[in-house]
């Protein structure tokens, strides 16, 4: 397994509320897959971290207390981008697996997207360069 920190990049940290239940879910519907889960007796997910075939990394936790996350808020607070290389067959498999997504949009003739919000309420936009 390649070391992802060998190289500087950004790797966007999310909060959610039941950070084991977003695991599952992120990996069911979108593909990711799990690289480490690091989990209380208690059996709350502090930590976790998922990755895509293609490349990229996320990590999430959960952070207790007080925390509320976008759905609970009613707002989107972040966008996550990600790029794929067949957007038609990531966005069927991302509904029959019981995502909610937008229709397919373009942009400028130069790629095509949709956006899906997990159950927490975090925005996902999944893109295809054409």
Same mark, same amino acid.
């Given at each position: 397994?390649?070391?992802?920190?060998?190289?500087?990049?950004?790797? !966007?940290?999310?909060l959610y509320e039941d950070a084991g239940?977003?695991?599952?879910?992120?990996?069911?519907?979108?593909? #990711?897959?799990?690289?480490?889960? %690091?989990?209380?007796?208690?059996?709350?997910?502090?930590?976790?971290?998922?990755?895509?075939?293609?490349?990229?990394?996320?990590?999430?936790?959960? !952070?207790?207390?007080?925390?509320?996350? !976008?759905?609970?808020?009613?707002?989107?607070?972040?966008?996550?981008?990600?790029?794929?290389?067949?957007?038609?067959?990531?966005?069927?498999?991302?509904?029959?697996?019981g995502a909610n997504a937008s229709e397919v949009s373009m942009r400028a003739?130069?790629?095509?997207?949709?956006?899906?919000?997990? !159950?927490?309420? %975090?925005?996902?936009? #999944?893109?295809?360069?054409?």
């Amino acid at each position: 397994m390649a070391d992802y920190r060998a190289d500087p990049q950004v790797i !966007p940290y999310l909060l959610y509320e039941d950070a084991g239940a977003a695991m599952d879910w992120l990996i069911s519907v979108f593909g #990711f897959t799990e690289r480490a889960r %690091h989990q209380e007796q208690d059996g709350v997910v502090r930590h976790g971290e998922l990755a895509l075939d293609g490349g990229g990394v996320i990590m999430l936790g959960s !952070p207790g207390g007080g925390f509320r996350g !976008p759905a609970r808020l009613g707002e989107v607070t972040q966008l996550q981008c990600v790029t794929v290389t067949d957007l038609l067959a990531h966005r069927e498999h991302a509904i029959s697996a019981g995502a909610n997504a937008s229709e397919v949009s373009m942009r400028a003739g130069r790629a095509r997207s949709y956006t899906v919000d997990d !159950p927490e309420g %975090h925005r996902w936009y #999944f893109s295809e360069p054409l």
